[in-house]
């Protein structure tokens, strides 16, 4: 079991940056597939970005803006967030899983609101 709490959104200019943390509680968080998923209004959830023992992962439209990182001592999942776009702006949320398949935890989402 581990739960999550994301924090680091807010209001942004169009161009400016980010950068989002999830704190997860538990003592195994560095075996945990981790990811960032994002859902705009009127949108489904998308996946934003992830980080394994194999490496990250991104999805098309945020390659080379976003990054994804961890920090194993600490708990804590973070995404970077660079060139922020209006259309960038949407609930994100960090999720957290054991191996491929659905993810299993989710923290409650913090609002990212970039302005043109």
């Known amino acids: 079991q581990v739960q999550l709490v994301e924090s680091g959104g807010g209001l942004v200019q169009a161009g400016g940056s980010l950068r989002l943390s999830c704190a997860a509680s538990?003592?195994?968080?560095?075996?945990?597939?981790m990811g960032w998923f994002r859902q705009a209004p009127g949108k489904e959830r998308e996946f934003v970005a992830g980080?394994?023992?194999?490496?990250?992962r991104y999805t098309d439209s945020v390659k080379g803006r976003f990054t994804v990182s961890r920090d194993n001592a600490k708990n804590t999942l973070f995404l970077q967030m660079n060139s922020l776009e209006p259309e960038d702006t949407a609930v994100y949320y960090c999720?957290?899983?054991?191996?491929?398949?659905?993810?299993?935890?989710w923290g409650q989402g913090t609002q990212v609101t970039v302005s043109s």
């Open positions: 999720a957290a899983r054991i191996g491929v398949g659905n993810y299993d935890y």
């Open positions: 980080i394994n023992r194999s490496g990250t």
């Open positions: 538990g003592r195994t968080f560095n075996s945990y597939d």
